[in-house]
């Protein structure tokens, strides 16, 4: 059978395909498993680094600023996304507490780090070998980092608590709602198979310029 | 690309390698086994497909499968409000939005903690069992199933998250307080393992079969 050089595989169902220059918005899907393979994203390198560069400015308040108060029987309460794991912490839950940190605010910062740093190098075309690695890292992180789910779980807090308290939303509510929307952006502007190509062609003219 | 489907052939019969991490196709040129073959361009190791795919997914899920049954058996909240307090489970948790007439958080927290974990373990034991008895039907909607369970898996975190920012919030000394419970580790573990389940589980494996 005559395949196109180089073919590529679908990752869904290892069928073998001839390789496809996408037009421009054009999105292929495996004929066999419907898997979506390629969907043309513009200026995906630029989009990553503005959306991930205002989401890092807005990290650290996110985490540490209180997110709102409740006031109840004259008492005050305030809780930043920081509290929430270290009262898991502190009840004993170390499992969960653990976990919290982990999806809340570690993986979300090293993702939205790695995508900052990765698509400023690529801007630069500044290469160096842990680049790689580093967008490998990116691919194995992506499902654990939950901020967005966070922000939903917020949400029902708020409607489960409107009629016992009063909530007076804080500074660090809207960082966070903004840190959620930049990394869903970020993420819908990231375009993995163009990242790749990019390093690929970083690698190729390192190539050559040793060979010469 | 549609000539292709008549006359199938996938890339491990042609001889080429997916690489899992940056999806570049690569002619193996290994023979035997304990050779690797390594990504040119991302340098991780290659495999025709994920190793032990099914032995790992089949662990996971029977864990998730055994550690469920404690998530929502066990309370998950215990809410105190003015001196009485309460432990309360998952479905308890439910239950109080339908009487509250909260009828669609109600059915997000349901769907979050409850279907999606029993779809997830139920639907990756299907895919399981039909590969070993070598089910050749349905494969696409299967194939579908399976990305489906991998895209929803994470949102079962919600329960926890609303738990966590309840106990952080809503805490005014003696008079109100909530906290977490038991079952809250266990239903962490769930989502855990169910999700590594899904990671570990290699799709191109039901089209072999």
Same mark, same amino acid.
């Given at each position: 059978m005559n395949i196109g050089s180089p073919p590529i595989a679908c990752p869904g169902c290892d069928l073998l395909l001839k390789n496809i220059v996408p037009q421009k918005g054009q999105k292929i899907s495996c004929p066999r498993c419907n898997t979506l393979l390629y969907k043309d994203k513009n200026n995906s390198v630029t989009k990553v680094l503005a959306i991930s560069s205002s989401g890092l400015m807005? $990290?650290?308040?996110?985490?540490?600023?209180?997110? %709102?108060?409740? !006031? &109840?029987? /004259?008492?005050? =309460?305030?809780?930043?996304?920081?509290?929430?794991?270290?009262?898991?912490?502190?009840q004993g839950f170390f499992f969960v507490a653990i976990m919290l940190f982990l999806t809340s605010i570690f993986f979300p910062l090293l993702k939205i780090s790695l995508l900052f740093s990765i698509s400023l190098l690529l801007k630069i075309r500044w290469y160096s070998p842990g680049l790689p690695y580093l967008l490998r890292f990116v691919h194995h992180l992506d499902e654990w980092a939950m901020s967005e789910i966070y922000l939903l779980g917020i949400f029902i807090t708020i409607i489960k608590v409107y009629n016992m308290a009063e909530i007076h939303f804080?500074? /660090?509510?809207?960082?966070?709602?903004?840190?959620?929307? &930049?990394?869903?952006?970020? &993420?819908?502007? $990231?375009?993995?198979?163009?990242?790749?190509?990019?390093?690929?062609? %970083? =690698?190729? !003219?390192?190539?050559?310029?040793?060979?010469? | 690309m549609n000539s292709n489907t008549e006359t199938v052939q996938t890339a491990m019969a042609a001889g080429y390698m997916l690489c899992h991490d940056c999806g570049k196709l690569i002619q193996a040129t290994i023979t035997g086994a304990g050779e690797r073959q390594v990504c040119p361009r991302c340098h991780s190791t290659l495999h025709f497909r994920f190793p032990n795919s099914i032995t790992k997914s089949?662990?996971?899920?029977?864990?998730?499968a055994i550690l469920i049954i404690p998530a929502n058996v066990l309370p998950i909240m215990y809410v105190d409000f003015l001196g009485t307090g309460s432990y309360s489970t998952i479905m308890d948790g439910i239950i109080y939005f339908f009487h509250s007439g909260e009828y669609g958080i109600g059915l997000i927290i349901f769907f979050a903690s409850v279907l999606v974990p029993v779809f997830k373990i139920i639907g990756m034991t299907m895919i399981l069992l039909s590969i070993h008895f070598k089910w050749k039907s349905w494969l696409r909607h299967k194939a579908i199933m399976f990305r489906v369970i991998q895209f929803i898996g994470r949102w079962?975190?919600?329960?926890?998250?609303?738990?966590?920012?309840m106990s952080a919030l809503l805490?005014?000394?003696?008079?109100?307080?909530?906290?977490?419970?038991p079952a809250a580790s266990y239903f962490t573990a769930v989502v855990v393992c169910s999700m590594f389940a899904a990671t570990a589980f290699d799709p191109r494996l039901l089209w072999d079969a």
């Open positions: 807005v $990290f650290i308040p996110a985490i540490f600023l209180p997110l %709102m108060t409740l !006031s &109840s029987f /004259g008492l005050h =309460q305030k809780g930043s996304i920081y509290d929430t794991f270290v009262t898991f912490y502190k804080d500074t /660090g509510f809207f960082c966070f709602l903004f840190l959620v929307l &930049s990394t869903i952006s970020s &993420s819908s502007a $990231f375009d993995h198979h163009r990242f790749w190509h990019e390093i690929e062609s %970083m =690698q190729q !003219s390192i190539k050559l310029k040793k060979t010469k | 089949w662990a996971l899920i029977i864990c998730a079962s975190m919600l329960d926890i998250f609303v738990i966590a920012v805490h005014f000394g003696v008079l109100t307080s909530t906290e977490a419970a």
